[in-house]
Nanobody, 125 residues
Framework: QVQLVESGGGLVQAGGSLRLSCATS????????MGWFRQAPGKEREFVAA????????LYTDSVKGRFTISRDSSKNMVYLQINGLKSEDTAVYYC??????????????????WGQGTQVTVSS
């Protein structure tokens, strides 16, 4: 069973930066794409970014392009989300997720089968 544990969230002023981390265990990390999703109060969970099993392909939702960077370290079974230029609309619980199928990368939450508990990011204006 895959276990995912996020960390790095917090309260940050607008324009600030955070680095979210996701520690994974329980499966062959290097064969699965990883993703970050977020859910703001009263809103549905939305896709933020995904990275392929090699790290060679990355997907981003339009609203975070140029500000967010997803990366992975397969030697440590870690996934990261560097967040710069934080805006109030980035306030949400951020979730790390592992794709259900090896060798595939998509941006649909339904394609990700394992999820962490989430880490809160709050941006103050």
């Amino acid at each position: 069973q895959v276990q995912l544990v996020e960390s790095g969230g917090g309260l940050v002023q607008a324009g600030g930066s955070l680095r979210l981390s996701c520690a994974t265990s329980g499966r062959t990390f290097s064969t699965y794409a990883m993703g970050w999703f977020r859910q703001a109060p009263g809103k549905e969970r939305e896709f933020v970014a995904a990275i392929s099993w090699t790290g060679g392909s990355k997907l981003y939702t339009d609203s975070v392009k140029g500000r967010f960077t997803i990366s992975r370290d397969s030697s440590k079974n870690m996934v990261y989300l560097q967040i710069n230029g934080l805006k109030s609309e980035d306030t949400a619980v951020y979730y790390c997720a592992e794709h259900s199928m090896p060798w595939k990368i998509t941006d649909r939450a339904a394609d990700f089968g394992s999820w962490g508990q989430g880490t809160q990011v709050t941006v103050s204006s």
